[in-house]
Every structure is written in C-alpha cells, then in structure tokens.
C-alpha cells in the first residue's frame, strides 16, 4: 500500500489523468475525462485508489450506509457527487467542507431521515440537490444556507406540508420539486419562504391529494411560469380553484394531465383569462366532453394538447375563443371503441382558430369529411393525419381537402390512412405544400402525373410501403420539378422502372432517391437520367445481379453513370457476385457505399479507383476471402467507418496480410467488431480464430525463401528460353556475329606470307558420287578468289595418278574433306589420300584440315577409316552440312572462315 502514490503519481505523468484508474484492481470503477463512475458494484465504501483529480464521482448503486470522509477528502475537486440508491441515513455535515467545489448532490433513494441546517452550512456553491424518495424529516431551516441552489427535489418524502421553511431563503431557486407527498392542502404561508425567490419558474405538484387551496397560497411565487399539476385526481370545482389562485401569477405553462377529467365546462379555466397561459396540456384525462366556449377565457393560448382522451363531438364552439392557438394536438382524442360510435367533427368547428398553423390528429377517427370540415384553418401550414381511420381518404378526390383551399398548408402527412387511390388533381389547391406523406397505404395505380398537378412547390415525397402496387409512367412527377426527397420503397412493381424514357427525368433538383424493397430486376442504363444533383441512391432488398454480370446480354447496365454526385449508394441484399470494372467511374464525391449481404468476392483491381472520397465503406455477410491493396488501397484511404464483418477470410500471407497490416495501423478509421465479427475461416491453423491475430512476422520469414524461388524460377526459365534459341535459331546469331566479325577483321587470321608458298588454297577429298555436290557448292566460291584443287580438274599431264595427288596436296594450304559414308568406305580414299594428307600434315606441321560433314557420321567410323577424331580439330574448322536451304549462306560464312585460318599450330 506504501507504493500506491508513487504508482500513481508515476502514471499521471506518462499517460493521460483520465486514464489512470489507480494502482489497486480491487474495484472495476470507470474513469473516463475526470469521471469516475463505481455504480453497480455492491461497494459499502468509497474507494481510496482513485485518480486525485477526478470532478464527477457516480456511486449510485451499492451498499453504503454512510460518506466515509476519510476517502472522499482524497478527491476535493469532485463537482459531482452521485449516491443515489444506497441506505445512506444521514448526510454529513463536513461533507461540503471536504468538496468545497461541490455543485450538485443525487441522494435520491436513501434512508436520510431528520436533515439539519448544520448538514448543509458549508454547501455554498451547491446548484442542484436532489432528496426524492428518502425519509425526510425537516429541523428548523435546513436550505437557508443554499444561497445559490437552482434545483431542489424533495418529492415522495410523505412530507405532511409545503412548507420547507420558516424563513425567507433559497432565492436563486427555479425549480422545486414536492410531487408525491402526503399534503392535501396548500396554505396562504406555505410559500413563504419563498418570498425572495424571484427565479423561481417551476413547481410540480404532480401526485398529490390536493383539496384545498388557499386563497392567496400562490402570491410568494407569483413569478411562476410552470405548473405541473398532473395525477392530482382533483374535481372539476378544485381546478376551477387552482386556476382563481393562479390569475395573479405570470403563469405560462400548466400541466393537468391524467387528472380522470373527464368532462371540460365553460367555467373551468375561467379565472385563468388575466393570465399570460400560452401552454395547456389536457392528456390522458379520459376526456368525452368539452363543453362549449370552455376554452374562450385562454385568448393568448398558444398550444393546447388533447392527446390520448376520448371526445365524441367536436362543435363549432368547442375552440371559440382560441384566438392566438398555434398548435393543436388531438392525437388519440377522437377514438371509436367498441362500446361508442364514431367521432363526429362539425362543419366549421375548426373555423375560430384562424392563427392555428400546426393541426395533429394522428391516430384519431372520425365518421367523415366534409366539404368544410377544415374551412376557417387560414394559417394552417401543417397537417398530421397520420395513421387515421377516415373513410373519405381511401379514395382521395378533389373534394377530399377542398375545404383548405384557402390553407397555405406546406406539410400534409397522410401516412397508414388506408388510401387507395388518388384521383387526378387531388391536390390541385396545394400551391405551397412541401412535403407530401402517402407511406404504408394501399395505393395501387399508374401515375400518369395528373394525381400532383398544382404541386409545384413539392420538394419531399414520400410514398413507401404501398405494397409494391405502382406502375410509373415517363410523365409520373412531370408536375413536381422542385422534388428534393422521393421515397418509392416497397411500392413499385418489378417492371416499373423498365421504361424507355426514365421516370425521373424531369427531377433536375431530386436529391435523395429511395427504390429499396422492389425486387427490380429489369432497369435501362437511361435510369437516373437527368438526375444531375442527385446525391443519395437506395436500392437496397432488390435483384440486381445479372445487371452486372459480365455475361448479360448487351454487357453490364451501368446505370450509375449519369449521377455523379452521388454522395451515398446503398445496394445491400441484391445477390451481386461482381462489380463490372466501370460501373463505380466518375463517383469522385462519393463518402458512402453499402454493399452488406451480397456474394461478392473478386474485385478487379482499380473497381474502386475513383472512390477518393469515401468516409463509410459497408460489405459485411458477402464471400470475401483477400483483401488486396490493389483494391481496396484508395477506398481505405480516407475511410472513417468500416464493416467487412463475417466474411470467410483467408488468412494467409498473400491474402491477408496487407488487411492485418492496416487493421493494427489504422487510427482514424472505426471497425466495430473486429475482434469478434472478423474471422479467419482458411487455412485450418487460423479457423474460427480473430483476423486480427494473425501472425505477419511469418510472412517476414518466408520473404528470402520467396526471393529465391522467384531468382531461381526467373534464372530456369531464362536458361530454359537460351536453350530453345540457340537449339533453334543459334546458327542465325553465329552468322550474324561471323559477318559483324569478319566485316571488321576479315576472314583470314593467318599471315600474307602463310599464303605465297602454296598455288591452290584447298584440296578437294570427296567420294565419287559427290562430285555434283562439290561441282554446285565449292567451285562456286572461286568466283570470291578462292583457288580450289580438284582432282578431275588439275591432276598434272603426264604425271601418274599416285604422284599427282602428292603434288597437289604439298601445292595445297588446306585439305577438305567431304565425309560421306561413301568416303569411308572407299579404300583409295582411306589407304592412300588420308595417309599422304596427313603424313603432310605432319611433315610440315600444319593445321589445315577442314572437315565437311554431308552425313551424320560417328565419331568411331570416322577413326577407323581416316584416323581423325572430332576433338582432335579445332571447332571452326568441323562443318555440318545444313538441312534448311536458308542456312546455306551461314555454312559457306564458315567455311570461308575455316579456309581463313592460320595453319600454324598454336601452343
């Protein structure tokens, strides 16, 4: 314990205060930006191991039976203290010297029983002090020392009086609370000490006995503005009372509600006509009848409401008198039951409220609607008949709301009615309306337009949930130009859309376009046309898919194009496997895209390019197995809100791990559930565990096996392509290479005077059958000025044969031999010419040999009949006869190359 100021002290300074919650972990208290809330732990004392300077303490909840102040004087910035619903018996005296900031104190719940001046002397800057529901037993003047304290609450005290003091005292007081207490009488003086009190602007009285008033009870207070009077179950004759004693008051605001009023005369509010009333809250009193002119004393009444009672008959003189009535709410108060008829309304009953702007008769029904049902409403500019049961709105005519012509009403709220129809110019007469209702009824027709002629103002239409029973027309809001909102949800039938001139083309200024719910599987790219400031498409709950399937006949229908502002698009639940690469083109202003609940998988890559302003991207419930920065780099960019829940993740390195990489990053975007909702379902090691527990640094591991696999696949296949060219088109690079070589250096490398010694610059040894081989191919290359020595051409006259060929081979600088298996075998050839060729190879040194292979012959063949190996041969000097005739030039290139070279054998 001796180490606990240390740890803390320790803990302020490297983290934030709120954030240190104490070194001991004996509690599970919440601190959070200087509150600390210990509610709901079953502590019997305050704990000790809190942050100093904590200002708000919550210990509402528990078992204390005192304030130890020993653990309180440790946190004396505290401003609010909260024990409410403990057993606490008393309130300590020292408790405001300890918290000498203290504004507010919640002791509601309690067991404090006899409460004494002393227990509040030093609270001066108390505000608000609440003692509800305790046991509260007054000596002498506990309050008078609460000179600044805004907010008291002694309510279900079963406090015999009014009367909290003798004294004048508490005088910033504005609101005081004594509601469910045990008095049935409020005396001339019990409001006395009050007299200073000239803030003072609420008191509730709600849930008393209250039989009594005397006169003048009300004076000390005469600043009151708001009375709360409701559950007093008091007579038609005491109300009548209560409103008398209120005529010298600035009262503005009184509260009668559930008071089982159930009949309103003309004398009841009588002695309110010298007041300033503007608010009268009549509900839930199980009212049938007002009487006539019981209203007509309240001539500055603003708002009267008479919800949730049971009026029958509504007269021509049940509102006489509302002159400067603004807002009238009947919701509920026109009810049939099973035990009465239907309500009636009057012709002209609504005429005396000529200032009435505000008329609210939602859930009500009445037996019908007459031409003058609202006739006199001349400022009425919102009317809420929502949810209703009148017979005249099924079917809606001209003569429906005939009778708020002269109304210049802009919001008219006709939802669950139970329409049916709407006829042509219904709303003709509306001229300023703005905002049209029709959700949830049975509408089922073509909107050929004509049903909102005159509605040229109309900026919100709503009309969802009319059971998919709309057909739309080119010409529908042809009349409605100035449409901002347009809610179709569940009301259009599934070919609806599937027009040849958009429905929407003449809404240039629609901002919001709702057609969710409509099962859609049939639209043309011509959709949003002329829908340039459209920013908010719904079309969630539809059957889009083969829109977007590249296999859909005519290629995908990329609708999106023509609305390019589009801020948010919802597309949830419409069975999409893919995103055509276009269809998300151009939407640069777009911040939310919701596409939960579909089966989408593969992205192409730059699908999401444009989406750089993105704030909200939405694809929970799809098959998403990778997440890959090609894709989903620029939409996360900017991105504040993610939901990519419960797809079946592969978590592996290729799939996963750039998504790991920014979940553990990222500080600004906010990812509900990512510890329980995001989980791996492949490969086995990770199933059913978090995403955000994979392991990158295993990926890290195998990144030199990765380089190397790619280093030595690159270097196979590298070597694997050199094969295949040099097998296929290798004797293309050694022409070439022998042609740039040879135009640099020439053919020969051997010296000028290696060449004067000898008259012929070859000698020909070739097979009889391969004279016309030698004839067409060789002898040709004389023309080049070379000198060949062939045996039927230059033998010597005279001479024999045996000694011509010796001659001729010393009179020669290389010997060629054309091998051919026919060469071998001959044996002229292989006793006689070889051994004399070589025996003057020998003799005189000399490496001039070239070989002229017209035959595959082996190497062991070729031993036996000429006594040469191929590796006893340089390689240039080897020749292969070509198959391809396109080689040809290639293999005289290196014959001449091989008649080039020096015979001068090198060490």
């Known amino acids: ?166 004294i004048s005292q508490l005088p910033s007081l504005v609101g005081l609370n004594l509601a469910f207490n045990d008095f049935t009488t409020l005396k001339r003086d019990d409001f006395a000490f009050l007299n200073e009190s000239s803030f003072l602007k609420v008191l509730n009285l709600s849930a008393l006995s209250l039989k009594t008033f005397e006169s003048g009870c009300f004076h000390p207070i005469s600043g009151l503005h708001t009375l709360i009077l409701d559950k007093c179950n008091m007579g038609t004759l005491v109300i009548s009372k209560v409103c ?29 006509g010298k007041t300033n009333l503007t608010v009268l809250d009549l509900s839930s009193n199980g009212m049938g009848k007002i009487e006539d002119g019981s209203f007509r004393w309240l001539p500055r009444l603003q708002t009267l409401i008479l919800c949730n009672n049971n009026l029958k008959h509504v007269t021509k003189g049940t509102f006489l008198g509302l002159k400067s009535l603004k807002n009238l709410q009947l919701m509920k108060a026109l009810v049939k039951s099973h035990t009465s008829s239907t309500p009636i309304i009057d012709d002209f009953s609504f005429q005396p409220l000529s200032t009435l702007e505000s008329l609210m008769l ?313 510890r329980h909702q995001y989980m791996c379902n492949t490969p086995l090691v990770y199933s059913n565990r978090p995403v955000i527990d994979f392991d990158p640094s295993s990926c890290k591991d195998a990144t030199p096996f990765e380089a190397l696999f790619i280093l030595s696949s690159t270097a196979v296949i590298i070597l694997t392509l050199t094969a295949l060219l040099v097998r296929f088109h290798g004797w293309r690079f050694q022409f070439y290479w022998n042609i740039m070589i040879n135009r640099t250096l020439g053919f020969s490398d051997a010296k000028d005077k290696e060449g004067r010694e000898f008259e012929f610059d070859a000698y020909i040894i070739h097979a009889a059958v391969e004279k016309r081989w030698v004839d067409r191919t060789l002898v040709p290359l004389e023309q080049k000025g070379y000198c060949f020595c062939l045996e039927h051409r230059d033998f010597i006259p005279g001479m024999s044969m045996i000694e011509s060929i010796v001659s001729n081979l010393r009179k020669s600088r290389k010997i060629i031999f054309v091998i051919t298996e026919s060469l071998l075998n001959d044996p002229w050839c292989r006793q006689f010419k070889a051994h004399h060729a070589f025996h003057q190879v020998i003799e005189h040194s000399r490496d001039s040999v070239v070989l002229v292979f017209l035959q595959e012959v082996h190497d062991y063949k070729l031993s036996r009949a000429l006594f040469l190996r191929r590796g006893m041969l340089r390689s240039c000097c080897l020749l292969d006869w070509p198959v391809y005739k396109e080689r040809i030039p290639a293999f005289q290139q290196k014959l001449l190359i091989a008649l080039g070279m020096t015979n001068q054998l090198k060490e």
């Open 244 to 272: 008398s004693e209120l005529s010298e008051t600035a009262i503005e605001n009184l509260s009668l509600q559930k008071m089982k009023l159930v009949t309103l005369t003309n004398t009841t509010f009588r002695g309110l």
């Open 362 to 674: 939602q859930k009500t029904a009445v037996r019908e609607i007459t031409e003058n049902t609202f006739t006199g409403l001349t400022s009425l500019t919102e009317l809420d008949m929502s949810w209703s049961s009148y017979a005249a709105l099924k079917n809606i005519t001209k003569k429906t709301f005939v009778s708020l012509s002269n109304s210049p009403l802009r919001t008219l709220n006709l939802i669950g009615t139970a329409i049916t129809r709407i006829n042509s110019g219904s709303f003709s007469f509306f001229g300023n309306l703005t905002t049209l209702l029709l959700d949830h009824n049975f509408i089922k027709q073509n909107l050929t337009g004509q049903e909102f002629e005159g509605l040229g103002q109309l900026q919100e239409l709503y009309m969802a949930n009319n059971g998919q029973s709309l057909n739309l027309t080119a010409e529908s809001f042809v009349h409605t130009p100035n449409l901002t909102v347009l809610t179709l949800g569940k009301s259009l039938r599934a070919m609806a859309l599937n027009l040849d001139l958009s429905a929407f083309q003449n809404l240039s200024k629609l901002n919001i376009l709702d057609l969710s719910n409509n099962n859609i599987a049939n639209i043309k790219e011509n959709l949003l046309q002329g829908l340039v400031n459209l920013k908010v498409l719904r079309l969630q709950h539809n059957n889009l898919a083969r829109l977007w399937k590249s296999g859909n006949l005519g290629g995908p229908v990329l609708f999106l194009k023509e609305a390019q502002k589009l801020t948010t698009l919802q597309l949830d639940y419409n069975g999409l496997d893919e995103i055509p690469l276009m269809t998300l083109k151009g939407l640069t202003h777009l911040k939310e895209l919701s596409l939960s609940n579909n089966i989408l998988n593969n992205f192409k890559e730059t699908v999401f390019d444009d989406l750089t302003s993105l704030r909200v991207l939405r694809l929970a419930k799809n098959f998403i197995t990778t997440v890959r920065p090609e894709v989903f780099r620029t939409p996360f960019t900017n991105l504040s809100l993610l939901m990519m829940e419960k797809n079946p993740y592969d978590c592996t390195c290729e799939s996963i791990l750039w998504f790991v990489t920014w979940l553990n990053s990222t500080n600004v975007t906010s990812i509900p559930g990512v």
């Open 1 to 166: 314990m001796c180490c606990q100021p240390l740890l803390f002290v320790l803990c302020y300074f490297m983290v934030a205060p709120h954030y240190c919650i104490g070194s001991l972990k004996n509690n599970s208290c919440v601190v959070e930006y200087g509150r600390a809330d210990c509610s709901h732990l079953s502590l019997r004392n305050i704990p000790s191991d809190l942050p100093w300077n904590i200002t708000s303490l919550d210990m509402s909840h528990n078992l204390m039976v005192g304030i130890e102040l020993s653990s309180l004087s440790l946190y004396p910035g505290i401003i609010h203290l909260n024990v409410s619903h403990n057993s606490i018996a008393k309130l300590n005296e020292y408790l405001c010297q300890k918290l000498p900031l203290l504004q507010t104190i919640d002791m509601n719940k309690n067991q404090v029983h006899l409460l004494k001046k002393e227990e509040l002397s030093y609270c001066n800057s108390l505000i608000s002090l609440n003692l509800a529901s305790n046991r509260l037993k007054l000596q002498g003047e506990p309050f008078s020392a609460l000179q600044k304290l805004k907010f008291l609450d002694v309510s279900n005290n079963n406090l015999k009086t009014a009367k909290l003091g003798s």
